[in-house]
């Protein structure tokens, strides 16, 4: 199977089990309205419903200068508050993966709740252990590869007589830490998809069974990842294009800007699961 039947048939696959992808948008409303409470709590205490608490911004980098400067005492537990927060959708993100991969491997099986949470629970300690083993890996890639690319880049850039060639060796050295950074999440990508796919309880050997099937068809798997990433980079630059032409403060510019606004979260949350659902089905059709 090429790459482009595989991300075509992940795309049947995501939309035969449309449930899914409603769980997930409702977790994320859930979770985002819990984390942004605290600053709306703190926007309705300081602005009220005055003429500036109207026309405040999401994020307006003057209001919040001096909110902080204001609540400089309560800084740090602000700071804590936002660890937490980032603590707990690593967690939820680790956790939710359990269902995304379990209900899309599963073809035959219903995508109802029950079912989504019960993989959820059933993969989530091996999902911990390869999370793990995934930040192993990037400190690996990145603490050596990265050093050894900047050691062969640097005397390039010293010794270069313009900027041209610093500039083209930075954004080079960017691009392969980019590419490392993929590489290491298709890799734990596979071995998710073999802890279900095989049933494997051993995170060891489900990323042993990743890296073999790999082995060979290494940048067909990688197209795959590419391909999805360049199809999520473009959703993006689609996005932002058309938020920019609705920011005008009209309520119907207003109400378009929020409904865009979760349609590109839609699309956020589709792409999650295709990731998934088309390295299922190449992992499915090559046996190793």
């Known amino acids: 199977m090429g790459a482009f039947k595989a991300i075509v048939n992940g795309m049947g696959t995501t939309l035969r089990k449309p449930r899914i992808l409603i769980i997930l948008y409702v977790v994320n409303i859930l979770f985002a309205l819990v984390v942004a409470f605290p600053f709306l709590a703190l926007v309705q205490t300081e602005l009220g419903y005055s003429l500036l608490g109207m026309n405040i911004r999401p994020v307006d980098l003057m209001w919040i200068g001096e909110a902080v400067l204001k609540h400089q005492?309560?800084?740090?537990?602000?700071?804590?508050?936002?660890?937490a927060?980032?603590?707990?959708?690593?967690?939820?993100?680790?956790f939710l993966n359990g269902g995304i991969v379990g209900r899309l491997l599963?073809?035959?099986?219903?995508?109802?709740?029950?079912?989504?949470w019960g993989d959820c629970g059933r993969y989530f300690w091996r999902f911990?252990?390869?999370?793990?083993l995934s930040l192993l890996f990037l400190v690996l890639s990145l603490g050596i590869v990265m050093k050894l690319v900047s050691a062969l880049f640097t005397p390039l850039s010293e010794a270069a007589v313009t900027e041209w060639p610093a500039l083209i060796?930075?954004?080079?050295?960017?691009?392969?830490?980019?590419?490392?950074?993929?590489?290491?999440?298709?890799?734990?990508?596979?071995?998710r998809i073999a802890v279900v796919a095989d049933e494997e309880r051993k995170?060891?050997?489900?990323l042993r069974h990743a890296?073999?099937?790999l082995k060979k068809r290494f940048f067909r798997a990688w197209a795959i990842y590419l391909l999805i990433v360049a199809a999520t980079v473009a959703g993006s630059v689609v996005f932002y294009v058309v938020l920019g032409g609705l920011g005008a403060p009209a309520v119907v510019q207003v109400v378009a800007a929020l409904v865009w606004m979760q349609l590109y979260v839609v699309f956020r949350i589709w792409i999650r699961t295709l990731f998934v659902a088309a390295q299922a089905e190449f992992y499915r059709s090559h046996p190793y």
């Open 169 to 191: 060796l930075s954004n080079l050295h960017f691009l392969i830490a980019l590419l490392l950074l993929s590489i290491v999440h298709m890799i734990i990508d596979y071995a």
């Open 106 to 116: 599963d073809r035959e099986g219903p995508a109802d709740l029950a079912s989504f």
């Open 73 to 83: 005492d309560a800084l740090a537990a602000i700071v804590s508050g936002f660890v």
């Open 211 to 213: 890296l073999t099937f």
């Open 85 to 94: 927060c980032g603590f707990a959708y690593l967690v939820l993100h680790v």
């Open 128 to 132: 911990v252990r390869l999370f793990l």
């Open 203 to 206: 995170v060891l050997k489900a």
